[in-house]
């Protein structure tokens, strides 16, 4: 039998219980043994609940107990779960979590303690909720110098972003519906503000490259800016708007950005829908794969945090080697990377071709007292510099 204990019993920690119990059978053959939950900790109680008796509300009672050998992190957050996630690794005990806050500030050190200790740090749940890409990264893509990785990695402004698209609707009345069915929090700035996207790219490009990336220095940009018009916009011209993440090998280094980008019908992340993620890698032996599934949610993420458990009881006092060490890998400055933009502005045409030189224009009929056009390619800085001879720029973004 192998003693587990869940901190948190919100919608990840419940989907853990959930998952436990509906695949009991199959998840104990695989495992070699039985898991069972010993403790749940949360502040609060849950009368009535058949896990009521496992609730407790002292860490301590975890972390002093022998049997335990999995803590399951699901309270999201940096603090406190990085002093208990801590304290549980170096106690022996075996820690896997859905928490890419938690993952991105400190996987490389908790990596390094539980290599030390001969246990396992395991983290699938914290990019992409369900769809396996950690292992795949770490294992199975490993004969390849990665050199893209680009994603939808947030299933709230996917979603917010389909809906404005299929539904012609403004940010705000789809941000109002994306809470009312609780994939969007009561404060929802990690997800609109690409906040959450940045952590997810930034656990992803330190896997690859095996080093430490700050997401603090990931050039991030949400979707507050986009509106109704630039939605009518991409569709004139056959495109989607998609919020990607994506991180590109140039020389011995990568550049790594979060932002909205217009997406052609060809870019395999175009048709990506819904809560849904996906996530593109290209590989200089592999070429091209992609990863499609549900990336977030209850019983998704649930999954994969029981398979963390399950590859840590398939490797109980073995350490399964990650490589990502703490010193940290310098990103090339973003304003180095080249995009085609989409601008629109109350210019006349004729200074937007003075400003830009030959550009595509973009006819919306009932769209009037502006210009919407198509720039070449160029770089960020020669964009930058350039749209600054605009007398009134509405909106740029950058287009794949
Ligand atoms: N808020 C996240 C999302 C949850 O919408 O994708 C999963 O990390």
């Known amino acids: 039998m192998i003693k587990i204990a869940i901190l948190g019993y919100g919608t990840i920690g419940s989907g853990v219980v959930e998952v436990l119990q509906t695949n009991k059978e199959s998840i104990a053959k695989r495992a070699g043994d039985e898991i069972e939950v010993k403790y749940i900790l949360d502040l609060r109680d849950f009368p009535g609940d058949p896990m009521e008796d496992k609730v407790v509300h002292d860490y301590d009672i975890i972390a002093n107990d022998d049997e335990i050998q999995v803590v399951v992190e699901a309270m999201g957050g940096v603090e406190p779960a990085y002093t208990f996630v801590k304290r549980a690794l170096l106690a022996g005990k075996n820690v896997t979590t859905s928490n890419k806050a938690l993952v991105a500030k400190h996987g490389a050190e908790l990596l390094a303690i539980a290599k030390e200790k001969e246990i396992n740090f395991l983290f699938e749940a914290s990019v992409g909720g369900g769809i396996p890409i950690i292992r795949p990264l770490n294992s199975s893509l490993t004969a390849d ?55 997810k790219i930034a656990i992803l490009t330190s896997l690859v490259c095996g080093q430490q990336v700050d997401f603090e220095e990931i050039y991030t940009e949400g979707i507050t800016k986009i509106t109704a018009t630039d939605i009518k916009y991409a569709k004139a011209m056959g495109r989607v708007i998609k919020l990607l993440a994506t991180s590109k090998k140039v020389g011995d280094s990568y550049y790594a950005m979060v932002a909205p980008f217009m997406l052609s019908q060809q870019h395999p992340l175009f048709s990506v829908n819904d809560v849904f993620n996906a996530i593109f890698v290209h590989g200089n032996v592999l070429g091209d794969a992609m990863f499609y599934g549900s990336g977030a949610g209850k019983l998704p993420t649930a999954s994969a945090v029981v398979a963390d458990i399950v590859d840590i009881a398939k490797h109980l006092h073995r350490n399964i080697m990650i490589s990502w060490s703490s010193k940290k890998l310098n990103l090339i400055d973003c304003k180095k990377a080249e995009s085609r933009f989409f601008v629109r502005a109350t210019d006349s045409e004729a200074d937007v071709t003075s400003v830009f030189g030959d550009v595509e224009i973009i006819k919306v009929p009932e769209i009037t007292g502006e210009v919407g056009f198509l720039t070449g390619a160029m770089s960020e800085e020669e964009f930058e510099n350039k749209s600054a001879g605009l007398k009134n720029m509405l909106q740029r973004i950058r287009v794949e």
Request: include cysteine; proline fraction near 2%; glycine fraction near 10%.
């Open 145 to 199: 110098e990665i050199e893209e990785i680009t994603g939808i990695l947030n299933g709230t402004t996917n979603y917010m972003l389909s809906k404005m698209t299929f539904e012609g609707l403004e940010f705000d009345d789809v941000l109002k519906d994306a809470q009312s069915r609780g994939y969007a929090e009561a404060d929802p700035t990690a997800d609109i503000e690409g906040y959450d996207a940045c952590r």
